[in-house]
């Protein structure tokens, strides 16, 4: 067994002309065997003489046929169904070669009154495509029997998905060099496949099934092929195998295997992300191309989370021209090389990349006169909670500041279309930067209502509002990533902290849908699906990571941070959603605001910038959005209706 197993583990294989010499002898032993049966074992010399003088021609006929369907090139170890069905392919035509021959040459053996019966022409197809099978199987078996036992442990695994790909993965688990991985199941939810066998091995009920054979077999690992699985069932059964303690892997898509083939490699440990996000959107191409071709686009904040992705998005239409804004430089560098390595159908000349701040007037009217763009994604923003708590200077001149430029040179330069990128956190908000988002929102609400209302610009606004976005620059599925890979602990802030997810493509993707069927002063609200429990998802990536909770990672619970919340909402009590077209997409029904106020107030408070006391911004920012309660912060002081009215802004200003 050594030197077999030193064998199949070198990193050559066996010569093709001894594959075919070695068929040539399976095919003669098989002819004479046909010929010794035929003749019920009683050979004369007549009939030893006969096979002598017909073997040749008839080895001639096979090797014709064996060198057609290429036997030889198969390498045995890895031998599959393509394989025998050549041998059988081979093995028939060398059978229908040779009984053409025989009716045309009546004299093929010596004594000349006979020719090669059918009968033996039909056991010799028998026999020598049972040995050629036969051969093949051995080997392989032999090959998965030395290359499994190389350290003693075998892994048992499972596949869900019976179909094709399914098999393709059996394949390449077994055909891995030194992997000690052994097929033991499939699992489909396919009822006509159920309790059938497929090279072997049986295919069960998931559902029934799964408990019975870990007990049996102790499985170390199930693998969801790349079958189409909503992601409902999806989650359904990694609950279930990762309360078993079972390994969920997953096999990519067919389209993104390499060269059309699965590598071992890419069979991975199933994600967090992958049960999070949801089933595929569906969007009205047709209608959004109409709107985009031939169009200058501006998206702004495009170097980051949301706006690069928009960007990738948008270069799937045929854009006249994309205008990408933001003042991160290495962001942007880092864009300008992901768009040269990944975007192959969209022209790089139609793309102008720009540094810039979009609270700088002259610089933004700059850029609106040289490009005169038609359509904007505005998703420039400072998002990041407990930063903008102490900052609340930043957060009005960036998400407010900045949203209203952008708004009044939309009105000027008669932009068709201002779709605005906000946030749940706007919604009944406890902190800056959400309440810097709804203020945006008001402004971007009411100028569009005064516009409709006095017929002085064609420019709608649209308002797009959603929860967290996975993958984002502060998604706490990366932390959590990296407190595992460190050993942990893995930080949570409350025990009751729940938050809405949604992945970045989904996101962007209703962006553009919405964007397309907005006709101004809309608020358009995603379906966000139901709410996570943080500690649940940290619970569930320990268990992914193949980790045990308290045994090899501990989680601590840091308290709210400044400004969160505990639970997101999309609308607030005054509010209301009417359904839209699309599923996902339904409309905030919302307060409308006097415009002349609102702009009023809203420049009151960015006077305040200059004199940087950020508790007069705060208090200023409470009477512009009343509901603006805030949580575990230094301003909550500021909430209490007596004091808020003795500290007014002129006070907190010493006036």
């Not at 020719?115 to 056991?123: A, C, D, G, N, Y």
């Given at each position: 067994?050594?030197?077999?197993?030193?064998?199949?583990?070198?990193?050559?294989?066996?010569?093709?002309?001894?594959?075919?010499?070695?068929?040539?002898?399976?095919?003669?032993?098989?002819?004479?065997?046909?010929?010794?049966?035929r003749?019920?074992?009683?050979?004369?010399?007549?009939?030893?003489?006969s096979?002598?003088?017909?073997?040749?021609?008839?080895?001639?006929?096979?090797?014709?046929?064996?060198?057609?369907?290429?036997?030889?090139?198969?390498?045995?170890?890895?031998?599959?169904?393509?394989?025998g069905?050549?041998?059988?392919?081979?093995?028939?035509?060398?059978s229908?070669g040779?009984?053409?021959?025989?009716?045309f040459?009546?004299?093929?053996?010596?004594?000349g009154?006979t020719?090669?019966?059918?009968?033996?022409?039909?056991?010799?197809?028998?026999?020598?495509?049972?040995?050629l099978?036969?051969?093949?199987?051995?080997?392989?078996?032999?090959?998965?029997?030395?290359?499994?036992i190389?350290n003693?442990?075998?892994?048992?695994?499972?596949?869900?998905?019976?179909?094709?790909?399914?098999?393709?993965?059996?394949?390449?688990l077994?055909?891995?060099?030194?992997?000690?991985?052994?097929v033991?199941?499939?699992?489909?939810?396919?009822?006509?496949?159920?309790?059938?066998?497929?090279?072997?091995?049986?295919?069960?009920?998931?559902?029934?099934?799964?408990k019975?054979?870990?007990?049996?077999?102790?499985?170390?690992?199930l693998?969801?092929?790349?079958?189409?699985?909503?992601?409902?069932?999806?989650?359904?059964?990694?609950?279930k195998?990762?309360g078993?303690?079972?390994?969920?892997?997953?096999?990519?898509?067919?389209?993104?295997?390499?060269?059309?083939?699965?590598?071992?490699?890419?069979?991975?440990?199933?994600?967090?992300?992958?049960?999070?996000?949801?089933?595929?959107?569906?969007?009205?191409?047709?209608?959004?191309?109409?709107?985009?071709?031939?169009?200058?686009?501006?998206?702004?904040?495009?170097?980051?989370?949301?706006?690069?992705?928009?960007?990738?998005?948008?270069c799937?239409?045929?854009i006249?021209?994309?205008?990408?804004?933001?003042?991160?430089?290495?962001?942007?560098?880092?864009?300008?090389?992901?768009?040269?390595?990944s975007?192959?159908?969209?022209?790089?000349?139609?793309?102008?990349?720009?540094?810039?701040?979009?609270?700088?007037?002259?610089?933004?009217?700059?850029?609106?006169?040289?490009?005169?763009?038609?359509?904007?994604?505005?998703?420039?923003?400072?998002?990041?909670?407990?930063?903008?708590?102490?900052?609340?200077?930043?957060?009005?001149?960036?998400?407010?500041?900045?949203?209203?430029?952008?708004?009044?040179?939309?009105?000027?330069?008669?932009?068709?279309?201002?779709?605005?990128?906000?946030?749940?956190?706007a919604?009944?908000?406890?902190?800056?930067?959400?309440?810097?988002?709804?203020?945006?929102?008001?402004?971007?609400?009411?100028?569009?209502?005064?516009?409709?209302?006095?017929?002085?610009?064609?420019?709608?606004?649209?308002?797009?509002?959603?929860?967290?976005?996975?993958?984002?620059s502060?998604?706490?599925?990366?932390?959590?990533?990296?407190?595992?890979?460190?050993?942990?602990?893995?930080?949570?802030?409350?025990?009751?902290i729940?938050?809405y997810?949604?992945?970045?493509?989904?996101?962007c993707?209703?962006?553009l849908?919405?964007?397309?069927?907005?006709?101004?002063?809309?608020?358009?609200?995603?379906?966000?699906?139901?709410?996570?429990?943080?500690?649940?998802?940290a619970?569930?990536?320990?268990?992914?990571?193949?980790?045990?909770?308290?045994?090899?990672?501990?989680?601590?619970?840091?308290?709210?941070?400044?400004?969160?919340?505990?639970?997101?909402?999309?609308?607030?009590?005054?509010?209301?959603?009417?359904?839209?077209?699309?599923?996902?997409i339904?409309?905030?029904?919302?307060?409308h605001?006097?415009?002349?106020?609102?702009?009023?107030?809203?420049?009151?408070?960015l006077?305040?910038?200059?004199?940087?006391?950020?508790?007069?911004?705060?208090?200023?920012?409470?009477?512009?959005?009343?509901?603006?309660?805030?949580?575990?912060?230094?301003?909550?002081?500021?909430?209490?209706k007596?004091?808020?009215?003795?500290?007014?802004?002129?006070?907190?200003?010493?006036?």
């Amino acid at each position: 067994m050594k030197y077999l197993r030193i064998l199949f583990t070198t990193s050559s294989n066996v010569p093709r002309w001894v594959i075919f010499i070695f068929d040539l002898g399976i095919c003669a032993i098989s002819f004479v065997l046909a010929v010794i049966l035929r003749y019920s074992f009683h050979l004369n010399n007549s009939t030893f003489t006969s096979i002598v003088t017909v073997l040749p021609i008839v080895l001639l006929i096979k090797s014709v046929f064996m060198m057609y369907f290429r036997l030889y090139s198969g390498i045995i170890r890895h031998t599959s169904v393509q394989d025998g069905i050549n041998v059988l392919y081979s093995t028939l035509f060398s059978s229908i070669g040779l009984f053409i021959i025989s009716i045309f040459y009546k004299s093929f053996f010596i004594a000349g009154y006979t020719i090669i019966p059918i009968s033996i022409i039909v056991l010799d197809f028998i026999i020598s495509a049972f040995f050629l099978g036969s051969f093949r199987v051995f080997i392989k078996l032999l090959y998965l029997k030395t290359t499994h036992i190389s350290n003693g442990l075998i892994l048992n695994y499972v596949i869900f998905g019976a179909g094709e790909a399914g098999i393709i993965t059996k394949r390449k688990l077994e055909q891995h060099k030194g992997s000690n991985i052994r097929v033991i199941a499939f699992f489909d939810d396919d009822n006509n496949m159920k309790s059938k066998s497929i090279e072997g091995i049986r295919i069960y009920d998931f559902d029934k099934d799964l408990k019975y054979l870990t007990s049996k077999f102790e499985i170390d690992s199930l693998i969801i092929s790349g079958i189409n699985l909503s992601n409902n069932r999806k989650q359904e059964i990694v609950e279930k195998c990762l309360g078993l303690n079972i390994n969920v892997q997953s096999v990519p898509p067919v389209e993104k295997w390499i060269n059309g083939e699965l590598s071992f490699n890419q069979i991975k440990t199933i994600k967090i992300e992958d049960l999070i996000q949801r089933d595929i959107i569906e969007l009205d191409i047709e209608a959004i191309g109409k709107q985009l071709n031939g169009k200058v686009v501006m998206v702004t904040g495009a170097a980051g989370s949301i706006g690069s992705e928009i960007v990738n998005q948008l270069c799937k239409f045929k854009i006249k021209k994309i205008i990408i804004v933001d003042s991160s430089e290495e962001s942007l560098y880092q864009l300008d090389v992901r768009i040269s390595e990944s975007i192959h159908d969209f022209n790089k000349k139609n793309i102008e990349i720009i540094v810039a701040d979009i609270t700088n007037i002259e610089r933004m009217k700059g850029i609106f006169e040289r490009f005169q763009p038609e359509m904007i994604y505005h998703a420039a923003a400072y998002k990041h909670v407990p930063l903008m708590e102490n900052n609340p200077s930043e957060a009005i001149k960036t998400n407010v500041k900045g949203t209203m430029t952008l708004a009044d040179l939309s009105v000027e330069y008669k932009v068709e279309k201002f779709v605005m990128v906000s946030t749940d956190k706007a919604v009944n908000p406890t902190n800056v930067m959400g309440a810097s988002k709804r203020i945006a929102e008001i402004y971007v609400q009411s100028l569009s209502n005064f516009i409709k209302k006095n017929n002085s610009s064609e420019t709608k606004f649209i308002t797009t509002r959603f929860g967290n976005v996975l993958g984002s620059s502060g998604s706490v599925i990366p932390r959590f990533k990296k407190q595992i890979d460190a050993g942990g602990p893995i930080t949570v802030t409350h025990p009751e902290i729940t938050r809405y997810f949604m992945t970045i493509p989904e996101a962007c993707q209703l962006v553009l849908e919405a964007g397309n069927m907005g006709n101004g002063g809309e608020i358009f609200i995603f379906d966000m699906g139901k709410s996570v429990k943080i500690i649940d998802l940290a619970k569930k990536m320990i268990r992914l990571s193949g980790l045990s909770l308290g045994k090899d990672i501990q989680i601590i619970y840091t308290g709210l941070r400044p400004g969160e919340k505990i639970y997101e909402e999309l609308l607030n009590d005054q509010e209301n959603a009417i359904p839209t077209h699309h599923s996902k997409i339904m409309i905030g029904k919302v307060r409308h605001y006097n415009f002349e106020n609102v702009k009023n107030d809203i420049q009151n408070l960015l006077d305040l910038y200059n004199s940087q006391n950020q508790t007069a911004i705060v208090a200023k920012m409470k009477e512009i959005v009343p509901e603006f309660i805030s949580q575990n912060s230094p301003y909550e002081h500021l909430d209490n209706k007596q004091e808020l009215s003795e500290v007014t802004v002129e006070k907190l200003l010493g006036k």
